[in-house]
């Protein structure tokens, strides 16, 4: 499936990143997933499920908070070398192995930023600056609103990948992205080969201004997520 969108070093790309994440993922807890067409399957195409939404994406910017070993940025940047990726995680060491990434790969569309959401969500370098924010397994979407749509650009949209609690999660939320400026656009059901459980893109578009008090102190927005 791959094989048929990509270049000869795109692919090449791939390889090398699966060959990092095994060889790291023996020093560090990277992943629980080691076998290459597993990882081709469950990290790559879950990521490029997104590429929908991406391809008329051109120069855009996109944040990917809670990157973790970079998913779903990194098979973002490697597909589309225009996009600008920022991948934002606050664990420092998985940092560092997507900055040994993009320099092993020679990835010049991708930048790092070791933070927490919240932090950077109340920083003018990052707050309302990013055309896409994504994220996957990280928070419940009440929280997980918090730490997004302050740094969504007005117009922007938050892309969170999400399992079967999807529309449970969203609903919770209501409040939460009504008060943070957001609006829901939509909840797409998408579907990776050879898996029964479906995946869910929720789709939240920033329609308004985050008020100045969001997000909240680091922390806050998961002890006491709005609504
Ligand atoms: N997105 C990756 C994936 O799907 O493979 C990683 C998911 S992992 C379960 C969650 C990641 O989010 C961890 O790397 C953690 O350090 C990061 N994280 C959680 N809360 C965060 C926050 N408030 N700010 C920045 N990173 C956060």
Sequence with gaps: MLSRELSA?????????????????TR??????????EIALKHYLDSLTLLNYLAQAGR???????????????????????????????????????????????LD????????????????????TYDFVTARAVNRMPTLMECTLPLTKRGGMVIAMKGASAHEETRAAAKAIST???????????????LENP???????KVGKTPRRYPRQAGIPSRDPIG
């Design 9 to 25: 070093s795109q692919l090449a790309q791939f390889e090398q990143l699966t060959g990092l994440l095994l060889d790291w993922n």
């Design 28 to 37: 560090m807890n990277l992943t629980g997933i080691t076998e290459p067409a």
């Design 60 to 106: 855009k910017r996109l944040l990917d908070v809670g990157t973790g070993a970079g998913f779903p940025g990194l098979p973002l940047a490697i597909t589309l070398p225009l996009l600008r990726v920022t991948l934002l995680d606050s664990t420092a060491k998985k940092v560092r192995f997507i900055d040994e990434v993009g320099r092993a790969l020679a």
């Design 109 to 128: 569309n991708i930048r790092t930023v070791h933070a927490r959401a919240e932090d950077a969500g109340r920083d003018d370098a990052h707050r309302g």
């Design 180 to 194: 943070l400026g957001g609006e829901l656009a939509g909840i797409d059901e998408v579907r990776l080969p050879g």
């Design 199 to 205: 995946r869910f893109l929720v789709m939240v578009r």
